[in-house]
């Protein structure tokens, strides 16, 4: 018998009890969803990950400002301040000067402010920082330019939009040229980035990252002098060291911490990271998460396996009568293994199938109700598949074997 002529034999047999082989496939359908769903999640925080040490910089170190709760430690936080002011510019001139393995040392300060435009009101982050920002963060101009080294000397009254601050504030017009007034100064528009595409969030649970699109930039020195500052505040809210070679990240960031440390008289009011440690330590939680999630998903397939086997003996046993015909008419032990084979295959692929399209609607739903991002990969889809073709191969292996090794003459007797 050729394998067309028993993958037809097979299909009337399932299609004989319809309702019975829709339920011995649901755990296949379930498994092979749930495998899928479970690694595009997965798959879609990597990504996200991923996009955040790029915005941050591969090979950069964040210095960022830390202060103690003062409803926590009020007068410890005190007493703290008045042996270290917090992050400065001087602080970032000693390391740029004593730290040679940094290539450059780009000071940042962010206030949160309404910005008006047009009559248009967006609540965002401005950022005062100096031109070498361009470079540190890998950022790109989309229009216009950059402030300069003169504007950043001068204090000038200029600013520059991220792409989403753009569309919020001047929509579909040209802002080049327009004035977006910070508080209670106007500033001149020069430039656009371009979208970098980015959420906010935590990378590794520690370093705080916001949606920097959303951002208007201007020179340091017009931020420091035309905004008022409270003398508790810090002068700097971030500095950060670009660093060419990141094997040296680990020797310039003890460099940093030490400079760092005695400047500020051994005052722990910055943290220190390293986006790309942060990165190896949100992989490897990743990895686990996709371990044990993939784990999960997998029982279900185990438990549809185990229905598959269950649905089979039934089957074999139903139709013992049936055998005994075909092994008296002629069919070898072969043609009945294959025959419960190819059955109890079809019902795992047909359920396969089915699962790999719920499998790309489910990640859909997630994204479009719970906002996650998810990535539904080609692998996860073959491995999702490939497991379920083998559920139904090993699983069925059993019931069919059982099926060839039928004796004709009892099976005949078989009531």
């Known amino acids: 018998m050729d394998l067309r002529e028993t993958a037809s034999l097979s299909l009337v047999g399932l299609l004989s009890h319809k309702l019975r082989t829709l339920l011995t496939m649901l755990g296949i359908i379930f498994g092979v969803a749930a495998v899928i769903a479970m690694l595009s999640i997965g798959e879609g925080a990597k990504q996200e990950s991923l996009e955040q040490i790029r915005q941050m910089g591969i090979s950069n170190i964040i210095v960022q400002h830390w202060q103690k709760e003062a409803d926590e430690e009020t007068e410890a936080a005190d007493i703290d301040h008045n042996r270290s002011p917090g992050l400065t510019w001087d602080d970032a001139r000693s390391i740029a000067r004593i730290c040679l393995l940094a290539d450059y040392v780009t000071p940042q300060r962010e206030l949160k402010v309404k910005a008006q435009a047009q009559d248009h009101i967006f609540r965002t982050m401005v950022v005062g920082t100096t031109p070498d920002y361009l470079t540190v963060l890998d950022a790109r101009m989309g229009s216009g330019v ?25 929509f579909f017009d040209n802002p080049l040229g327009g004035r977006v007034k910070i508080r209670n100064q106007w500033f001149t528009v020069i430039g656009v980035l371009e979208d970098k595409g980015a959420a906010g969030g935590k990378i590794g649970g520690v370093l705080e990252v916001r949606n920097t699109d959303e951002d208007i930039y201007v020179p340091l020195t017009a931020l420091l002098n035309r905004f008022h500052r409270e003398p508790s505040e810090s002068e700097l809210t971030q500095i950060t060291v670009k660093i060419p070679n990141s094997n040296q990240l680990p020797e310039a960031a003890a460099i940093v911490r030490t400079i760092l440390n005695r400047r500020h008289r051994g005052v722990e009011d910055f943290k220190i990271a390293i986006p790309e440690e942060l990165l190896r330590q949100s992989q490897k939680t990743q990895q686990i998460f996709n371990i044990v999630m993939g784990c999960i998903a997998g029982i279900s397939l185990l438990v549809g396996g185990i229905g598959i086997m269950n649905i089979m003996l039934a089957s074999v046993l139903e139709r ?42 489910i990640p859909e739903v997630i994204t479009l109700y719970a906002g996650w991002r998810t990535i539904v990969q080609p692998w996860t889809i073959a491995l999702a598949f490939g497991v379920s073709a083998a559920v139904g191969i090993g699983f069925g292996m059993y019931p069919a074997r059982q099926a060839a090794l039928l004796n004709p003459i009892d099976a005949l007797r078989y009531e």
């Open 146 to 170: 950059f402030f300069s080294g003169e504007d950043l000397n001068t204090a000038k009254r200029v600013c520059v939009l991220g792409a989403d601050a753009k569309r919020a504030l001047f």
């Open 320 to 361: 013992t009568r049936e055998i005994g015909i075909r092994r008296a008419l002629g069919a070898r032990r072969r043609d009945i293994l294959a025959q419960f084979l190819v059955e109890s295959l079809l019902v795992s692929l047909i359920g396969g199938l089915i699962g790999v399209v719920l499998g790309y609607a």
